[in-house]
């Protein structure tokens, strides 16, 4: 999303709260540009380049069960069968290296660019009480119907995480720098 009247672009990935983000920051700026693209393409397709560009980024495993949560929900048929429908297209992905679903795309495949300030999702309310915004509550509350222990003690969760080892990297560098002003 580009916030026009900062002149910032802030990476839209999926399940760090961009969502949320959005809600807030259309009711105050002008703002283009949103979706969930990689930040190399949508500098791309703004033709310019901002003062600043962030990025929101999660712990890799919270974000996978955020993922799997949010699939599953959507998802159709008998519960019982749903989590390894999801587990097993996701393997299948992996192992064929073919394209992954937005949803589950990996971070660091959104953050494609140099000079992006990383933003740990721990400092999300700090981040967004740097905008104005200083009583941010999720717009949306969704359930969770699968818990984190029940996905990440699935027989294919290890091969799963693994696809994401860089995500891994790329957090604990958010973590480490931690100020994003």
Not at 5 to 12: L, M, N
Not at 118 to 146: A, I, R
Request: proline share 4%; hydrophobic share 40%.
């Amino acid at each position: 999303m580009y916030v026009v009247d900062k002149d910032v672009f802030i990476s839209e990935i999926p399940r760090t709260g961009s969502s949320t983000m959005v809600h807030y920051f259309e009711k105050v700026y002008r703002t283009e540009m949103q979706g969930h693209f990689s930040i190399g393409t949508a500098l791309w397709a703004m033709k310019r380049i901002p003062t600043k560009t962030y990025a929101i980024i999660r712990d890799p495993v919270e974000r996978i069960v955020g993922c799997i949560n949010q699939n599953y929900r959507m998802m159709e048929g008998n519960p019982s069968t749903r989590l390894n429908k999801i587990m097993s297209s996701l393997v299948y992905n992996i192992r064929n290296r073919l394209f992954m679903p937005e949803l589950f795309m990996r971070q660091k495949d959104y953050v494609d660019v140099e000079d992006v300030v990383l933003v740990p999702f721990d400092n999300y309310n700090n981040f967004m009480g740097f905008f104005g915004f200083l009583e941010v509550k999720d717009v949306f509350q969704e359930k969770k119907p699968l818990l984190k222990q029940k996905i990440t003690k699935h027989k294919l969760w290890r091969e799963v995480i693994v696809f994401y080892e860089q995500d891994f990297l790329l957090y604990n560098a958010a973590k480490e720098k931690g100020n994003f002003a």
